[in-house]
């Protein structure tokens, strides 16, 4: 009848540490969910999120939120600046929606340079919404190379990779219902040869 489960506090094998609990996830997105309902009372916004890393965390945080409201992706892409292609995101899936006049809150797993987000912002912003305001679930301020102001922040996260609760590597780990750290001999095993990357 199935797998045993794992053993009370057992880790998957490759995770060294986990950074943030689900229970912890949990909580911060009810509150980001609150806020943002008090911020936005007598308006509809429109929920736009980057696919794919954002998914687990959008689904969760429009639960969170107690107004009425209308979601939307885009995809980019983004290739490796140590590649030689100069760090260039192109948009390989756009929203649906127009954006032109409506309050948009722009919703992104994790910020690290703040490169992928600056390009997407500045892109949008043409487009001329009502407002347009920045949800991340998770930041590290210390690599971050772009000033962006973000209006929703859950977690300062160190400079380490993280993976779980939609966050990746290489395409592994998104299942993971916690953030955890990988292990070195993980990332050393999957590491896939420099060139083309998607994130998200
Ligand atoms: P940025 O353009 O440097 O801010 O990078 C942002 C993107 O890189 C995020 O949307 C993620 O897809 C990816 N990323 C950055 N840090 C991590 C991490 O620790 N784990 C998984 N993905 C990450
Ligand atoms: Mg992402």
New binding site residues.
């Given amino acids: 009848m199935g797998e045993p489960e794992p053993a009370e506090g057992a880790l998957p094998d490759d995770i060294s540490e986990v950074l943030i609990t689900e229970q912890e996830i949990e909580a911060r997105v009810a509150e980001m969910g609150a806020q943002i309902t008090a911020d936005y009372t007598g308006r509809r916004p429109l929920v736009v999120g980057?696919l794919k890393?954002v998914y687990m965390f959008m689904a969760d945080l429009v639960r969170a939120i107690e107004i009425p409201v209308s979601v939307d992706f885009i995809g980019i892409t983004?290739y490796d600046p140590s590649a030689g292609s100069g760090g260039a995101v192109r948009f390989v899936k756009d929203v649906k929606t127009s954006i032109q006049g409506r309050h948009v809150i722009f919703v992104?797993?994790?910020?690290?340079?703040?490169?992928?987000?600056n390009y997407v912002i500045n892109s949008l912003e043409t487009r001329r919404p009502a407002s347009l305001k920045l949800c991340v679930l998770f930041d590290?301020p210390r690599?971050r190379v772009f000033d962006l102001e973000v209006a929703y922040t859950g977690f300062e996260?160190p400079d380490?990779?993280?993976?779980g609760y939609g966050?990746?590597?290489e395409g592994q780990y998104r299942h993971l219902p916690f953030v955890g750290v990988l292990k070195d001999e993980a990332i050393t095993r999957r590491r896939l040869p420099p060139g083309a990357q998607t994130?998200?």
């Avoid at 992104?108 to 987000?117: A, C, K, P, R, V």
């Fill in positions: 980057v890393g983004r992104e797993d994790i910020i690290d340079t703040g490169f992928s987000l590290k690599t996260l380490k990779h993280v993976v966050l990746d590597y994130p998200g």
